[in-house]
């Protein structure tokens, strides 16, 4: 082969080389562009399935939240008319102080008279002591003043009980001696 044909088949394998490439690129391109849309296709579908499934769990958490929200204010409610019964025996309880305190009051007010009257009684008791504690405390004295004449007078009565003892126990002690003295002179 000459270099002109190896020329020519050079050009022609190019030629059918390019010729493939593109055909190649073509459906390369094609397959590509259809992959594509099929992804996209499948990327739009998934998001219209997840939009629809939000859109539903967003329905149902609504429903739910609904639900919830009724059955909220219904313990609410209740609440509130336990409240209210609550407030009137509150009410009640109340008025049952003021009256509690309004007997306070008047026991307060007795007291007070008869407090009153225990100064006044004091007072006069006092008044009725003086003389009571002055004539007492001069009886207390006349009394010392006794005591002390009497424990005198024991002393003394003492001493001249002594002497009279000391006196009898010489004279038991004589007539001891005495009877002796008889009894000899009677046996002789």
Known sequence: MTKQELKQLNQSINQNLDTRFKDFSKKIDTRFKDFGR???TRFKDFGRKIDDKFKQQEKNFNQ??????VMVKKGFDSVDKRFEQVDKRFEQVDKRFEQVDKRFEQVDK???????RFE????????KLDPIRSEIKSIKDRLDVIEHKIDKLIKTETEDIQSAYLDIEAL???????????RQLQSN
């Open 120 to 127: 006044s009684i004091e007072d006069l008791i006092e008044t």
């Open 172 to 182: 038991e002690k004589r007539i001891i001696s005495l009877e002796i003295k008889v």
């Open 64 to 69: 739910k939240l609904d639900d919830l929200t």
């Open 110 to 116: 007795r007291f007070e008279q008869v407090d009153k």
């Open 38 to 40: 099929k992804i996209d």
